[in-house]
């Protein structure tokens, strides 16, 4: 990839094209898919690669240790040469859903006390310490790290489903002290949040959730050297809300997601930057690209949202895919139109 495809933040250089492991089949076949697809991009200059422990019950995270491992082994690639995240919150299974999910839960959660059953939110979301402390044991072990590069809590809004927004700051602060600690410890970096709905809806909504609340949360637990320092959300031409919606409170002024973002330094990373594959109804973006060049004009969206800087993209592909995804041309160039990226 050429250089003009990364952004800079901080000391990092984050190529604006990711590879994401959230799709697929718990299966040796797509765990082969997903191995030479991480190993090609990585190869390819792609230097982003996101996971979370529950996608495809923790094949994903291992899925990509393995290929990490191979790289590093064979000497072509560097550990810091690559930023990695994942996410904790949803209850994951081990390789496969269990016959027996309630049994499963008690045996690996309950019984050992990693989580009392009036902890768990909408019967699969948890964020106490306890329980963040053992998922983020458990990623290190998946992905063969002794440091994770971004933690995210993910999807915190589920909380709000079942708790007062009074309770869910108390549960916010005490899972960003966790975290912290874990900064400290070396367990990772940084943290941050990555949520489907909880930035793309209106103030008033139930489930809504303010950067600006949680920064606050952040600098109090931690002060301004705090470590929530990202952010993920679906961003893409179907879900355009971090940039359209104004529904974030900035002092007395409401402003988007990515402004506020861009306000307090935090970097956001694009989900669902080509929605998960269906723009346009097509499966295979290498066909997608040319349909939506003709059908959307992408070099004007693109420059009415003055490319904001701090914004990443993650998609997945299979092995087949990434040569083409990753050439310098302008599927790329779409391609992070499509994520808008400064």
Known sequence: ??????????????????????????????????????????????????????????????????????????????????????KGGFIPFDGTLPVNRSAYLLETYIHPGILEPEEIVAGCHAMTPRYLMDQIERSRKNLGLETIDVYYLHNPETQLGEVSRTEFLRRIRSAFETLERACAAGAMRWYGTATWNGYRQPPEARDS???????????????????????????????????????????????????????????????????QGQLAGLRLLPLAVPALELALDVRLLASQLAQPDGVGIDLVNRDQCVDDLLADGPQLRLLERLGVLG
């Open 1 to 86: 990839m050429a250089a003009e495809h990364f952004r800079t933040w901080g000391d990092l250089s984050l190529s604006s094209v990711g590879l994401g492991t959230y799709l697929g089949d718990d299966d040796d076949a797509t765990d082969a898919l997903y191995r030479a697809a991480i190993i090609r991009a990585l190869e390819l200059g792609v230097n982003v690669l996101d996971s979370a422990i529950n996608y495809r019950h923790q094949r994903s995270e291992r899925t990509i240790g393995e290929a990490l491992r191979a790289l590093i082994g064979r000497g072509v690639l560097k550990r810091e040469e690559v930023l990695v995240a994942t």
């Open 209 to 275: 959730l303010a950067l600006e609340e949680l920064v606050t949360v952040a600098r109090d637990v931690a002060g301004e050297e705090h470590h929530f320092c990202f952010v993920q959300l679906p961003f893409n031409l179907a879900m355009p809300e971090a940039f359209t919606l104004r529904n974030q409170p900035l002092g007395r002024e409401r402003v988007s997601l990515l402004e506020a973002a861009s306000h307090f330094g935090i970097y956001v990373m694009a989900a669902a930057s080509v929605y």
